[in-house]
């Protein structure tokens, strides 16, 4: 089984930061890419930014500027960086990653559990 654990949500006002960190254990042989995803009250998931395990990024065109994400491979970790936090950044945010795993090495999909983030304007 893997195991995804997010930390670092909070309330924040505008303008300030916040990093949020997620942890992966278990039977991981190796990660492809990491990402984060938020979802707003009454919206869709929606892609915040991804990494690749050579460390290429993407980003949604909402946060580029203000959001970095990280990651470090022997930690099985990945970061998010955010700054100049608005209200629209509202949301609830999830780790995701791509991951090989065992037994055998099986490829496979796995989400966090969600970490709030709210912005006061």
């Known amino acids: 089984q893997v195991q995804l654990v997010e930390s670092g949500g909070g309330l924040v006002q505008a303008g300030e930061s916040l990093r949020l960190s997620c942890a992966a254990s278990?039977?991981?042989?190796?990660?492809?890419?990491m990402g984060w995803y938020r979802q707003a009250p009454g919206k869709q998931r929606e892609l915040v930014a991804t990494?690749?395990?050579?460390?290429?990024?993407n980003y949604a065109d909402s946060v580029k500027g203000r959001f970095t994400i990280s990651r470090d491979n022997a930690k099985n970790t990945v970061y998010l960086q955010m700054n100049n936090l608005q209200s629209e950044d509202t949301a609830v945010y999830y780790c995701?990653?791509?991951?090989?795993?065992?037994?055998?090495?099986?490829?496979?999909?796995?989400w966090g559990q969600g970490t709030q983030v709210t912005v006061s304007s």
């Open positions: 995701n990653i791509d991951a090989y795993h065992s037994p055998g090495l099986v490829r496979g999909d796995f």
């Open positions: 278990g039977n991981i042989k190796m990660i492809n890419t």
């Open positions: 990494i690749t395990r050579g460390g290429t990024t």
